[in-house]
């Protein structure tokens, strides 16, 4: 017969089709994927450390709606974003398409409520029409830090950073990491000084922003194609001469020089953000890792100061092996949305939760234990039904008294209650421990606890069960605990002691 057609991956290129006549096609839309128990497991924990961080820089929760009325995503979202906005289709109310950041929508947010203060986090999925690919959905989750609100010059700046840089460091997926940095201002002089039009200097950044990607003549190509002069392009390779600086400071020198002869006030300001900034975030340990790139640029039009993003570098190559993170300043977002308001200023980053997820899971080959404990019990012939049932009982007593603990522990629920299965399911979850209940453990309320590293065990009343347990979880593993948990010997049917 025929082989089951191997179901579509992350990044199938494939055009929708329809199933067999009848038949549902039972596939994720392109771009968009299920979820498996055991990546969850490392989404989970990705998540907390990120929140965690969050969290400890004082910021609160926010969530918004998935979708947003179309006028409000289409105002500020620039030239590539606007075509990778998912529309719904209307039907006959309001206009509506999905959110593709987290950003417009919190700038709707404190439109709405006429808010100028806010230090806000939110972890949510947003949506974009890209070409699928490895590592990039249609469907993905972001992780956003904004503080929206007048502080002290680059204070903003240099705290979302520095929460950036402490999960990065956390997570230690490679051992270095790096923050690049720019500032629209300078990036606007530089256009500007290069001959590239007002009208035109959107469409340079979008094409500018692709050179980490593309060499020099492809972007150059790409910005003539799109009407720049082919003059102010030529001019415009100065760019890339910025980043021969050794350091920071370097490039910090290179761009006062250049700036100086122009006596363009605007930009020698922002040439100061970048001091301070630098400064700041040499205070927090963190300037090693900063690189400042003239060529950066972020895709949307809302920025209106600094800029940045975060990568992890392979330390075999010490070039960057993903960038994880990424955002800047947007003073005027929140009054596009209430122009009575006037500038609120804000700064956000969105930490690259599918990317870094991607790196996790290449990093952690090992599973994740499901639970600690198995709380199993060992039911004879002999038993009747009556006795299987409070054993069974008695079994999830055991449980609750772990869940109330705090103890991750999974219930034995399965009809057949051989010890041979229970110790299989251990291996199998990567279980430390087991509680093992028989009728006469049942009876003298009592249980017996594992520690299956060890291949020792101790009966101890109910009421101590929790306690045993933390000790023989806390214990550390014997080195000699090398052989499986599945060679241990099965117990008498009657009672789980031995």
């Known amino acids: 017969g025929k082989k089951p057609k191997k179901g579509p991956e992350e990044g199938d290129e494939e055009e929708e089709s329809k199933g067999p006549k009848g038949k549902i096609l039972l596939k994720t839309p392109k771009g968009m994927k299920d979820w498996e128990p055991e990546e969850m497991r490392i989404r989970n924990h990705l998540q907390r450390v990120i929140v965690g961080v969050f969290e400890r820089h004082g910021a609160c929760a926010l969530d918004t709606p998935h979708m947003e009325r179309r006028e409000v995503l289409m105002g500020k979202s620039g030239e590539e974003t606007t075509k ?72 903003a700046e240099a705290e979302v950073l520095i929460a950036t840089c402490e999960i990065l460091a956390e997570l230690a997926i490679t051992p270095k990491f790096r923050i690049e940095i720019n500032h629209r201002t300078l990036l606007k002089t530089i256009l500007q000084s290069s001959g590239v039009p007002q009208e035109l200097l959107s469409t340079a950044c979008s094409s500018i922003d692709k050179l980490d990607k593309m060499p020099w003549e492809g972007v150059a190509a790409e910005m003539v194609a799109k009407g720049i002069p082919a003059e102010a392009v030529a001019n415009l390779r100065v760019i890339e001469s910025f980043n021969t600086a050794p350091n920071a400071q370097g490039f910090l020198t290179l761009m006062r020089a250049y700036l100086e002869p122009k006596n363009d006030a605007a930009a020698m300001e922002a ?25 950066l640029a972020r895709g949307h039009d809302y920025y209106t100061g600094v800029i940045f993003e975060t990568q992890y570098i392979d330390p075999a190559t010490n070039k960057p092996l993903a960038t994880v993170g990424g955002g800047g300043r947007y003073d005027d977002l929140v ?54 049932h409070r054993l ?107």
């Open 84 to 155: 990778l906005i998912y529309d719904l289709a209307d039907q006959g109310g309001e206009i509506l398409s999905m959110r593709y950041d987290l950003t417009v929508p919190l700038a709707r947010y404190m439109a709405s409520r006429n808010l100028r203060q806010l230090k806000r986090y939110q972890v949510g999925k947003v949506y974009r029409r890209e070409n699928t690919q490895k590592g990039r959905l249609r469907e993905f989750v972001q992780c956003d830090l904004d503080i929206v609100g007048t502080y002290e010059r680059m204070m």
């Open 392 to 498: 069974r009982s008695y079994a999830l007593r055991c449980s609750s008294a772990l869940w109330r603990a705090g103890i991750k522990c999974e219930v034995w629920a399965d009809r057949k209650a051989q010890f041979k299965n229970q110790m299989q399911r251990c291996d199998e979850a990567g279980m430390r421990a087991m509680v093992m209940l028989g009728m006469q453990e049942c009876e003298a309320q009592q249980v017996v606890v594992k520690n299956l590293a060890a291949r020792s065990q101790v009966s101890v009343p109910l009421a101590g069960m929790v306690q045993a347990v933390r000790e023989m979880l806390a214990a550390p593993a014997p080195a000699a605990a090398a052989a499986t948990t599945t060679a241990a010997p099965a117990p008498a049917p009657a009672t789980a002691a031995q």
């Open 271 to 295: 040439l100061r953000d970048l001091e301070i900034l630098l400064d700041f975030l040499g205070a927090a340990g963190f300037e090693d890792n900063v690189v400042f790139n003239s060529c």
């Open 335 to 388: 009054s596009v949305f209430a122009p009575q308001m006037g500038k609120v200023p804000a700064v956000g980053i969105g930490i690259g939760f599918e990317r870094l997820f991607s790196l996790l899971v290449e990093k952690t080959r090992t599973k994740e234990p499901v639970a600690d404990v198995l709380v199993g019990f060992l039911l004879g012939k002999q038993e009747t039904p009556e006795q299987a």
